[in-house]
């Protein structure tokens, strides 16, 4: 999967063999205004446009409830990385950080969080601002907010 010719000053790869472990199942495609990786912001911004993320059909009733919810994670499937870098150089600026070290695409499992404002869920569709991947993006995942103070249904008065 690494191309030797793309690597920067002082970046290093490893030869990997085949990944053979875990199998994701991809939920949906996340739809964004962006078809290059340039133009993508280098962390979503609460602020920034409202995304799609369009789940399988299979999937739509596992929504249930997600608009009780101001904020969610999502977690995608950053499909156009390599994955066999252990030391990058992101600025190309010679200083170089260990994979583990950043939030870079380039990752062994290239999976991308991010936390997002929901801002609807329409017919399997959950519209968000927060992104930042390109459009076609696979979805892996969609959780809410781990803070207490995100529901905006009352708590249950008894379980
Ligand atoms: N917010 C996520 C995180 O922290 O895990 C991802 C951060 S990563 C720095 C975001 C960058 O990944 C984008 O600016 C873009 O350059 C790149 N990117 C976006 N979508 C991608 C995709 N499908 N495959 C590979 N790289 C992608």
């Known amino acids: 999967m690494g191309d030797p010719e793309t690597l920067r000053p002082n970046e290093r790869a490893v030869d990997l063999s085949p ?12 739809r964004t205004p962006w078809r290059d990786r340039k133009d993508c912001p280098r962390q979503g911004q609460m602020a920034g446009p409202e995304c799609q993320l369009v ?15 101001d904020t969610l994670e999502v977690l995608y499937w950053l499909d156009q990385s390599r994955r066999d870098l252990v030391q990058q150089s992101p600025k190309s600026d010679g200083r170089t950080f260990g994979t583990f070290a950043l939030r870079s695409p380039v990752r062994p499992n290239p999976i991308g969080t991010s936390m997002v404002q929901l801002v609807r869920v329409e017919n399997g569709t959950v519209i968000v601002r927060g992104l930042d991947c390109l459009d076609g993006t696979p979805l892996l995942d969609i959780k809410p907010d781990r803070c207490a103070f995100s ?9």
Do not use: C, Q
């Not at 990944?19 to 996340?30: K, N, Q, S, V």
């Not at 789940?55 to 249930?64: E, I, S």
């Open 19 to 30: 990944p053979a472990d875990a199998t994701l199942r991809f939920i949906g495609t996340i």
């Open 55 to 69: 789940l399988d059909p299979v999937w739509h009733d596992a929504l249930a409830g997600l608009e009780d919810y």
């Open 151 to 159: 529901p905006k249904a009352p708590p249950k008065a008894s379980r």
